[in-house]
């Protein structure tokens, strides 16, 4: 089945930088776009991030533009999401995703705290 287990979160100051890995299973990653989500405590699910397969077509959200960049590994199975910049806004749980064969996967996420 398909399996995403995200890794990388912990405490930060801010203006640091952290960077998320996201390792997948259970699919033939190569095929597939990868996203980053996170949510903030009392707040909704927002898409951070997105690459797609072949063409590696990237999107931010605007929040995070020139700040965060996302890439992928085919040969790891890993999509990774480094984080500069890192402001107390960033403070969330952060999931990796996939729309797989018409359902959405998300691993379980990893907490990213920037806070002095």
């Known amino acids: 089945q398909v399996r995403l287990v995200e890794s990388g979160g912990g405490l930060v100051q801010p203006g640091g930088s952290l960077r998320l890995s996201c390792t997948a299973s259970?699919?033939?990653?190569?095929?597939?776009?990868m996203s980053w989500y996170r949510q903030a405590p009392g707040k909704g699910r927002e898409r951070v991030a997105r690459?797609?397969?072949?063409?590696?077509?990237?999107n931010y959200a605007d929040s995070v533009k020139d700040r965060f960049t996302i890439s992928r590994d085919d040969a790891k199975n890993t999509v990774y999401l480094q984080m500069n910049s890192l402001k107390p806004d960033d403070t969330a749980v952060y999931y990796c995703?996939?729309?797989?064969?018409?359902?959405?996967?998300y691993g379980q996420g990893t907490q990213v705290t920037v806070s002095s």
């Open positions: 995703y996939a729309r797989i064969g018409g359902s959405d996967s």
């Open positions: 259970g699919f033939t990653f190569s095929n597939y776009a």
């Open positions: 690459i797609t397969a072949t063409t590696r077509l990237i």
